[in-house]
């Protein structure tokens, strides 16, 4: 199984960016999805779940500003982040779970920096 996250960049103050991860080797509708991010210095937190009926759910500090998707056509998950601050600034993963097997699988991370 490979999750192949993108999307990350430098953006200002109140941007915005779309993350995406692809996934590839595994049946993607049986996977739960989510968004984690990871600072410097600190652990990595998640940031925004979706289940397999696309149930989702927020950290607090994004609601109202990140929406995380799916689209099983494309096995992909989307991270789609607005009026980003700097405090969002941090490496973000993509995590895939299995329930049915009970295996969890991670991304190798995209980069989000946001500068003041």
């Known amino acids: 199984v490979q999750l192949q996250a993108s999307g990350g960049g430098l953006v200002q103050a109140g941007g915005s960016l779309r993350l995406s991860c692809v996934i590839s080797?595994?049946?993607?509708?049986?996977?739960?999805m989510a968004w984690y991010r990871q600072a410097p210095g600190k652990q990595r937190d998640v940031v925004a779940t979706?289940?397999?009926?696309?149930?989702?759910r927020y950290v607090d500090s994004v609601k109202g500003r990140f929406t995380i998707s799916r689209d099983n056509a494309k096995n992909t998950v989307y991270l789609q982040m607005n009026d980003l601050q700097p405090e969002d600034t941090a490496v973000y993963y993509c995590?895939?779970?299995?329930?049915?097997?009970?295996?969890?699988?991670w991304g190798q991370g995209t980069l989000v920096t946001v500068s003041s």
């Open positions: 995590k895939a779970s299995d329930g049915s097997i009970a295996r969890d699988y």
């Open positions: 080797g595994t049946i993607f509708r049986r996977n739960a």
């Open positions: 979706i289940t397999t009926s696309s149930i989702t």
